[in-house]
């Protein structure tokens, strides 16, 4: 079996957990590939494992069984872009902060390595993004290549900037013009994040549907709206400081205003495992602190 591991710093009290983790996949003579940057981390830490490859990249990856990310759900959106049309599984162990998509606490890492040996796990098959840039005609390569993100678009204002104007069209037919500090198109997976926090709609995970909420809107009417994963969608954008900036997920760059954005369904999917005792909606309870009396 192969698997490779990605992650980002982690607590003192972790270091144990983490060394188990090593640990166990040694007793098992798992074949380990490490990205270069969590190598330099445990390195660092003292952590032994053993790894002999290493990536650096996509192109580097090996032909792994499954990706491990240790971190939050951002260091499980980096996996996502490693392994690209490929559908690795990837299981998330949150040794981070929230976790809606790293599920795993540290605590649990022996026993959910079990249950992956064992083949006791799901496949939740989440939708992702894809976007083509264009400028005066001219394709754009904003994200050297990985064109795609399992959480959302953005298109917002820069730092500097008042606010932008996002002509929004469904399928070639006009839909509104937004006045906004941006807009974001989320994913059912990405409607816990950005989306979450400009006041957009949560749904469940695995629905067909993307949701357009815009950032602080000048029109107080305009609400969020939610489309099918069949819709194309495209954008044109208008801003005083004639630039912008276009995000997929965690990555972001600043960019011309006149370019023109559509926005699709990714041809293929990101293959998220779900361990036996793993429930959506006990993470919802659980992170958003649903159902506490805050007087108490």
């Not at 971190?71 to 980096?78: A, I, N, R, S, Y």
């Not at 992956?116 to 098959?125: C, I, K, V």
């Not at 709609?201 to 709206?225: E, G, K, Q, W, Y």
Request: glycine letters at 6%; aromatic letters at 8%; proline letters at 3%.
């Amino acid at each position: 079996m192969k698997i490779a591991i990605h992650g980002r710093n982690f607590k003192d009290e972790t270091k144990p957990f983490v060394q188990t983790m090593f640990d166990t996949l040694a007793n098992k003579n798992i074949e380990l590939q490490i990205s270069e940057s969590y190598q330099k981390i445990l390195t660092e830490v003292g952590i032994i494992h053993s790894a002999t490859t290493f990536y650096t990249n996509q192109k580097d990856l090996f032909d792994a069984n499954f990706v491990l990310t240790l971190g939050g759900d951002g260091t499980l959106l980096d996996a996502v872009t490693h392994v690209g049309d490929r559908e690795t599984p990837i299981l998330g162990i949150n040794t981070g902060r929230l976790g809606f998509l790293a599920t795993v606490s540290p605590d649990q890492i022996e026993e959910s390595l079990q249950e992956l040996f064992a083949e006791n796990y799901t496949l939740d098959q989440r939708t992702l993004v894809s976007i083509d840039s264009r400028l005066n005609g001219e394709k754009l390569d904003i994200f050297s290549g990985v064109n795609f993100g399992l959480n959302e678009l953005g298109i917002m204002k820069t730092d500097t900037s008042s606010m932008i104007m996002v002509r929004a069209y469904l399928n070639g037919e006009f839909l509104n013009t937004y006045w906004a500090d941006g807009l974001i198109i989320a994913t059912a997976t990405g409607s816990t994040g950005y989306n979450l926090s400009v006041g957009g709609p949560l749904v469940i995970p695995t629905s067909d549907i993307f949701v357009i909420s815009p950032m602080s809107p000048h029109n107080l009417n305009v609400r969020p709206l939610v489309v099918s994963t069949d819709s194309v969608m495209s954008f044109e954008i208008e801003s005083r400081s004639n630039n912008c900036l276009i995000s997929l997920d965690a990555r972001s760059k600043v960019v011309d205003s006149n370019i023109k954005i559509s926005m699709k369904r990714e041809q293929f999917k990101a293959n998220l495992i779900r361990l036996s005792d793993t429930n959506f909606l006990n993470t919802l309870r659980s992170k958003l602190n649903w159902g506490f009396d805050v007087r108490n």
